[in-house]
């Protein structure tokens, strides 16, 4: 007998509620873009296929909170509203937003590969490789303009998803108003992730000074306002709540999100890479600006990590010696402290201005948070 | 005595109406940014600036379409309609996608300059610089860097710019199905200049094969469709006009657009550098496929082109030998056809169809065409 709670069913349905939009948003444009030619209707296949082989985060969130709202409101009958096909509408157009922000991250980043997979510019460029072999038996010899054209596309696709989110947010089949204020969210969020991925690129390129309050603001805007933020205000905005349930559901939601990113810096230094699958060193090797790094720098430790922070061909003798260093000099701990101050603040909101039910959806994300390993 | 034509003092008062709009636009956000650091607002100071020193060719073109299909309909009564005050905003928006377009291209290309002024990129790169000169006594060491911060501005912003041509679609003040008809055409815009984009680095990066036609399609989905269809589809929805005349507004639109950049192409390579201002050996040095090369490949000529095609260090000698080349293979009388062949296209469009009023707009805008040195 396979016991199945409702909790797990109905995200089961709305995963497949959100794929499904996804898929129909994507698929129209796909579609559309074989008019172009080939090279342009494979960026869009490409984005297809990544977009629609994500968790959904962000738009589970989402589904999740303005589901919850609308059965607080509705008390014992089934939770629907007239905006839930709306709201899944923005669901996904948040996923697109979502990828959109990670294609021109990694063209940024200059990566091509995420999750240990080809990520749309990888796909491009070993695409361009293989066709020139395949056509004119040419080897390596036009790398550079075979990755200039792979990023090209991650630039371009990017451009079009950003798009593509907007094109949502404008139709959504709303009264006025409530699209305005949408989209309002939609301006600010992109705001603060446009900020944060400008600090977090300043840093990392010496531009920005690296001390702590700095690099916390930084992850805040780079990544909580979007994955956390967004979601629940979008979803409080869509059940009608009142602008106090908004706020503390956004804040809440921006703790829980500082505290993800914090723990995402840990897991990359300290965490087990047969369990997380990412190059152990990888953070140190950049050169990464993270507040594990901003509390070393204020330790005497700092002299002997410093000759090798942000070296490239690190050994992994050496990346050892700095992960014991800085876990010696005590900032794991203090980033393990920093982590439970944002846990704590994240519990200070869920007071009774956010209702049961939808404390429970944050309580089960913020769930993940403990003995998570990648 | 001064004559001042009613012409020139609309075109004055058009002009100022944009600007107002744009600064308004533009100051908005400005200000707004202020609250995410001096860098941030760096953005969309310089921004500010590129954009208001623009010439507005689309957003001029948008609204003396619009005001002569109202002086149209409304004959001898003045030239006013309860949208026009959207149709400002749309005309200012499509400047902001214009810019978002360029900075864009710009990051692709890895340009710094344009039109001999250092662009958002170029101005991000030298204050980098200056700024690590000032607080470090720092030199080039850390040129790369900058760039990739200057090069990642540019990004950012272009992600920006495109977002807020967005919004101002998506708010528009007009019925929603009016609004749905925009934000169509902005749609398809996007994905036409995308497309172009995308031929045009295949070309340059041996991607895509150069042959005509490809050259001539990214011609007029990378411009044309952008700088003269959109204005043009913009106004004939705003101004409520029929499809008939919007459908022949727009091809014809797409003829001149096309004869405007083949005559780019044509100034770039045979014009006189003392008028246009740019490198006259620029395109060949880059490696541009114009409907030029397309041709001179097709000749007996090529293979006394071909070893100097691509060359950044091209020397004056080589390049006046390249350029003799390609006017006595029949390149030059070759794409100065292509361009009559446009202008007669363009000109078969210009019958009863579109009002008398709007005819003399593209008129005056073909007038243009003759005699351009820049």
Chains 1, 2 share one sequence.
């Not at 499904?20 to 296929?49: H, M, V």
């Not at 066709?131 to 004119?136: F, L, Q, V, Y």
């Not at 804040?251 to 369990?275: K, M, N, Y």
């Amino acid at each position: 007998m396979t016991i199945t709670s409702n909790t797990v069913r109905s995200r089961t349905d709305l995963c497949t509620a959100i794929e499904n939009e996804l898929g129909g948003l994507i698929g129209k444009r796909a579609s559309a873009a074989t008019a172009y030619g080939p090279d342009f209707a494979r960026l869009w296949a490409l984005a297809g296929q990544n977009v629609l082989g994500g968790k959904f985060v962000r738009p589970l969130l989402l589904m999740e909170t303005y589901d919850a709202l609308n059965h607080t409101r509705q008390e014992n009958r089934p939770a629907e509203s007239r905006h839930r096909e709306t709201a899944i509408s923005i669901a996904a157009a948040i996923e697109l937003l979502h990828y959109a922000f990670l294609l021109h991250d990694d063209v940024i980043d200059g990566d091509l590969v995420r999750r240990g997979h080809a990520n749309l510019i990888g796909s491009l460029l070993s695409e361009a490789g293989e066709t020139a072999r395949e056509t004119t038996g040419a080897d390596s010899t036009h790398a550079g303009s075979f990755l200039h054209w792979a990023q090209t596309g991650g630039i371009l696709m990017g451009d079009m998803l950003l798009a593509a989110t907007h094109q949502s947010f404008a139709r959504a089949d709303l009264p006025h108003d409530l699209r305005l204020r949408l989209l309002d969210l939609l301006e600010h969020t992109i705001n603060e992730t446009v900020a944060g991925e400008q600090l977090d690129v300043g840093l990392g390129d010496g531009v920005i000074a690296p001390d702590l309050q700095t690099i916390l603001v930084m992850c805040g805007y780079k990544t909580a306002t979007y994955t956390f933020e967004l979601p629940l205000r979008a979803a409080a905005t869509l059940a009608g709540a009142d602008f106090a349930v908004e706020n503390a559901l956004a804040t809440a939601g921006r703790h829980l999100g500082l505290a993800f990113q914090l723990q995402d810096d840990l897991l990359s230094t300290f965490g087990d890479p047969r369990r997380h699958g990412k190059d152990p060193f990888s953070d140190l090797r950049e050169g990464k600006e993270t507040a594990i790094i901003a509390h070393a720098r204020t330790t005497v430790a700092w002299v002997d990590i410093e000759p090798f922070f942000g070296r490239p061909e690190l050994s992994v003798g050496d990346g050892e010696h700095v992960r014991r260093h800085l876990s010696d000099c005590g900032a794991e701990a203090f980033v393990q402290g920093l982590i439970e101050e944002q846990m704590q603040a994240f519990n200070n909101q869920l007071t009774s201005t956010i209702p049961a039910s939808v404390r429970n959806v944050l309580l089960d994300l913020a769930g993940q948070l403990e003995g998570r390993q990648s």
